[in-house]
């Protein structure tokens, strides 16, 4: 039997507020045993520096460690802006004594209507939460009903959504409070650690105030491909090819494994992203080529009825193609005398596959247009050098091919078709030097350099 969970009236997130409001310079340094490299790191330290957990007496925090009922309720109880406080009022529960420090907590619960206990008189404090009774209770003490929710015939693989935490386990994916594992699973008994809690909370903090899902691309890693354009946001654990003018970015089928050939085919839980750069050769405009590409789209998928979205991003011109029924989600963008950028976003059709969805249009949205460095200045090499190299190579055979660089602004100003005989003569002066050099063409021999402009040699 689960621990139920009732609706009351509505509390202040105090804890939100103050953190709100918090300044960088206040926070304090994580616990010392949650590194950065954590990955519920940003979550434990939204809530210590709110003071919403604590650590052990050894200053840890223990992240790993599982936690109780009674110890998720404080924590939530605390998150939500509510103060509990030891009452009269007595317990129906056998297993809840007067001394315990959890006695407040439920108390209070209990009497806003948020929690009563099980069928056989107990509320089982001590037993560790798990992951459906953990979100209803957040949800129950953070005032969001989920009565009227849409549930999915599968919301994820491992959920029934025929049983009670139906809703809430669609509103905690609705709105990314829980991501699927690597094979796409959510399992409803899966032990909660303190970590686990703590990113709940803080997501469902994040969710209230942006009141949008939950970005998941907190912890993501960028990949950038100058030579091609392009610079991407992708979860740290998708694969990534770069060629010449076709990358890939990909997530592994986990079941399929290492006998997933590359990227070549989209298994049922895998996706990928394949970016393409092609040339304008028709020079069209942005208007025209995503013309002409709708087009071709409506066309080839005919009866499955597109959706074009064309907005920008990075300061470019980009069209957003959906094809629910193929699990394609694509985007093309266009690059103004570079040609265009086209992403091909594909997904499994596993349950799963709703939530690569989401992580596919979060790595299109994060398009960054990046160019190719521009090259080095080369070193200026002074005057009275060049002029001596130049010098030092008349009637050097093929002398020419060394220096024609090192005079930028010379410009032939004559040239002797008849020449001497070997071949042309071309006549080239430079301002800068201000010489005239005689050049026999087809030997690349430097004959003669004479002062001023002139071609009489």
């Known amino acids: 039997m689960r621990l139920e969970l009732k609706t009351a009236g509505k509390f202040l997130t105090g804890v939100f507020l103050f953190l709100v409001l918090m300044t960088p310079q206040a926070l304090a340094a994580n616990f010392p045993d949650v590194p950065d490299t954590h990955k519920n790191a940003k979550a434990i330290q939204f809530l210590k520096d709110a003071g919403t957990v604590s650590g ?16 998720a309720a404080a924590i939530i109880l605390k998150a939500a802006g509510i103060t509990a406080g030891k009452t009269a009022a007595k317990l129906p529960f056998s297993d809840v004594p007067e001394e315990s420090w959890f006695l407040p907590i439920i108390q209070k619960g209990v009497s806003l209507g948020k929690l009563k206990g099980y069928e056989d008189k107990t509320f089982r404090p001590n037993a560790t939460v798990n992951l459906p009774e953990s979100i209803a209770m957040a949800l129950s003490f953070f005032e969001i009903s989920t009565k009227k929710l849409p549930v999915e015939e599968l919301i994820y693989d491992g959920l029934d959504s025929k049983q009670w935490y139906g809703p809430q386990m669609q ?99 895998s996706a990928q992203l394949s970016i393409s750069l ?46 629910p029924e193929q699990e394609i989600l694509d985007l093309a963008v266009y690059l103004p005398e570079k040609g265009f ?27 960054q247009f990046t160019g190719k460095p521009p090259e080095p200045p080369q070193p200026v090499i002074p005057l009275e050098t060049r002029i001596s190299t130049l010098l030092e190579n008349i009637l050097i055979a093929g002398g020419w091919g060394d220096i024609k660089g ?39 021999t430097v004959l003669n350099v004479k002062d001023g402009v002139t071609i009489a040699f």
């Open 406 to 444: 090192v005079f930028p602004d010379k410009k032939l100003i004559s040239t002797d078709a008849i020449g001497i005989g070997t071949g042309p003569v071309d006549y080239y002066y430079s301002k800068e030097a201000n010489r005239t050099i005689k050049l026999e063409r087809n030997s690349g």
């Open 56 to 71: 052990y007496g050894d200053g840890t925090f223990k992240p790993d460690k599982e936690i109780s009922r009674a110890e």
């Open 171 to 269: 509103y905690a994916k609705n709105f990314n409070l829980i991501e699927p594992d690597d094979a796409g699973n959510v399992n409803p008994a899966k032990k909660l650690t303190r970590a686990e809690l703590a990113e709940i909370i803080f997501r469902l903090l994040t969710v209230k105030k942006d009141t949008k899902p939950y970005d998941i691309t907190q912890n993501w890693v960028w990949t950038e491909y100058k030579e091609n354009f392009w610079k991407l946001k992708h979860p740290a654990d998708w694969e990534i090819f770069k060629g010449t003018k076709n990358s890939v970015i990909w997530k592994r089928d986990p079941v399929v494994g290492i006998y997933q050939a590359f990227f070549a085919r989209i298994w049922p839980k």
């Open 341 to 367: 950028l086209m992403m091909h976003g594909e997904y499994g059709d596993a349950a799963t596959g709703e939530f690569f969805k989401k992580q596919l249009e979060q790595i299109e949205l994060s398009y």
């Open 278 to 323: 092609a040339e304008n050769t028709e020079k069209l405009t942005a208007v025209q080529y995503f013309s002409k590409l709708q087009n071709i789209y409506n066309e080839s998928y005919k009866p499955l009825k597109p959706t074009f979205v064309q907005t920008t991003l990075s300061g470019k011109n980009v069209m957003k193609i959906k094809i």
